[in-house]
């Protein structure tokens, strides 16, 4: 009976090991964001070490940002990439921000998917836009551009790899 036990923990710590391993988030600073488009450029943004803010008072800015994947195999829609954007606003326009996955490589892959999504307010003066899983192959680059009206900062952003990042770690 002790062994059977014993073999069920094992059993138990081996999948939640192997869960647990497949579950790769990262918080990322937008420190690494830059001016996007020819209307927005260094001198209209504010990077810190806090967000990225829009210094004007009338115009909209656009920003680009990375997302470093380090997944070693494909996404599915199920184990694929999610991804939650925060932002600072007291403002009334309107923030939107588009993931993209992918890109055109000479008719090689199927190009670039992109989905926008309009920040809601989430508490106080926080806002949040929520990216759902995402499906892609672990070669294909992955980027976020935003439309920031004025004042207004991205703050942060989240997102998670649900796949394997080294499914074969070498022997000790």
């Known amino acids: 009976m002790s062994k059977s036990i014993s073999r069920l923990a094992a059993a138990v710590i081996t999948l939640t090991v192997s869960q647990a391993a ?22 209209t943004l504010a990077i810190r070490a806090d967000g990225v803010q829009n210094k004007t008072t009338n115009t ?15 996404w599915t829609a199920e184990n694929g990439m ?11 326009g309107t923030i939107q921000c588009t993931l993209t996955v992918g890109t055109d490589v000479a008719g090689v892959d199927d190009g670039p998917v992109a989905v926008s999504a309009n920040a809601v307010p989430y508490v106080g ?9 995402r499906a892609g192959e672990s070669f294909q680059p992955a980027t976020m551009t935003c439309r920031l009206p004025p004042q207004a900062k991205l703050s942060f952003y989240q997102y998670s790899e649900d796949t394997a990042t080294n499914p074969a770690p070498p022997a000790p």
């Not at 003066?125 to 899983?133: G, P, R, S």
């Open 82 to 92: 999610g991804m939650i954007v925060y932002f600072v606003y007291t403002g009334n």
């Open 60 to 74: 909209n800015k656009y920003v680009i940002c990375p997302l470093d994947r380090d997944a070693e195999s494909s």
């Open 125 to 133: 003066n926080l806002w949040a836009i929520q990216f759902e899983e």
């Open 22 to 43: 497949l579950a790769d988030s990262k918080t990322v600073g937008p420190s690494q964001c830059q001016p996007y488009g020819q209307s927005s450029s260094y001198d």
